[in-house]
């Protein structure tokens, strides 16, 4: 097992234009996280999964982002309609439910630039 | 709210000087705080935890509630210590079982 993987790892799209992102966590962890971080600032969350329930959603998160993970495996994260305030960088993480709720394991990220 | 502050952008010093990365927070519940690391294009990673009490790379961080603080120490900065260093706090259930991180801090050490 590699860790956590993203794909892709660079999105270049244009405005308005849908895209999705892809994570795959580590194989026995059933919590997966999305964060999103743009430059200077530390990782904003934006939703988290135990198995295949979407547990919380932060504000962040418009009706324009959804994101699934079928059979509490990988997930997407799709992004509709894109502006170019969505432009950063979004983080998968995955974690054990217990008992080291806090240490999450990270992926490389797919960054996103919207023209 | 729940909040990490880490008031250095950027924190320069020389090899083999002492070093403190601050960090401050703000939660209601029970804190558990960690410091998380990312090297030049490498990933985001678990430097330590509050709860373990550890010494890794020799960094070490004490949690003290009552300035609501966590920083992170080393007593002589190495090269390889060149890095941005993230605090984040874990919240719990009531505020969505998560990981909230400052902006984080650039440490620089200079030759």
């Known amino acids: 097992d590699t860790g956590v993987s993203q794909d892709p790892r660079h999105k270049i799209t244009k405005r308005g234009q849908n895209v999705t992102f892809r994570c795959d966590p580590i194989?026995?962890?059933?919590?997966l996280y999305w964060y999103r971080q743009t430059l200077g600032q530390g990782p904003e969350f934006l939703t988290y999964?135990?198995?295949?329930?979407?547990?919380?959603k932060s504000r962040l998160l418009s009706d324009r982002f959804s994101a699934e993970r079928p059979k509490g495996s990988f997930s997407t994260l799709e992004i509709q309609r894109t502006e170019q305030g969505d432009s950063a960088m979004y983080l998968c993480?995955?974690?054990?439910?217990?008992?080291?709720?806090?240490?999450?394991?990270f992926g490389e990220g797919s960054r996103l630039t919207v023209l | 709210a729940q909040r990490v502050t880490q008031p250095e952008k950027l924190l320069s010093v020389f090899k083999g000087a002492p070093v403190e990365l601050k960090c401050n927070y703000s939660?209601?519940?029970?804190?558990?705080l960690f410091w998380y690391v990312q090297y030049s294009r490498q990933r985001l990673q678990l430097l330590l935890r509050h709860i373990s009490r550890e010494s890794i790379k020799g960094f070490t961080a004490d949690l003290n509630k009552g300035e609501t603080s966590f920083h992170l120490k080393k007593p002589f900065a190495q090269e390889e210590d060149s890095a941005m260093y993230y605090c984040a706090l874990f919240v719990g259930v009531l505020y969505g079982n998560k990981l909230v991180f400052g902006a984080g801090t650039i440490l620089r050490v200079k030759s």
């Open positions: 993480a995955s974690s054990l439910k217990s008992p080291n709720t806090g240490e999450l394991f």
């Open positions: 939660y209601s519940g029970s804190p558990e």
């Open positions: 194989s026995e962890h059933n919590r």
């Open positions: 999964f135990q198995n295949e329930a979407q547990l919380e």
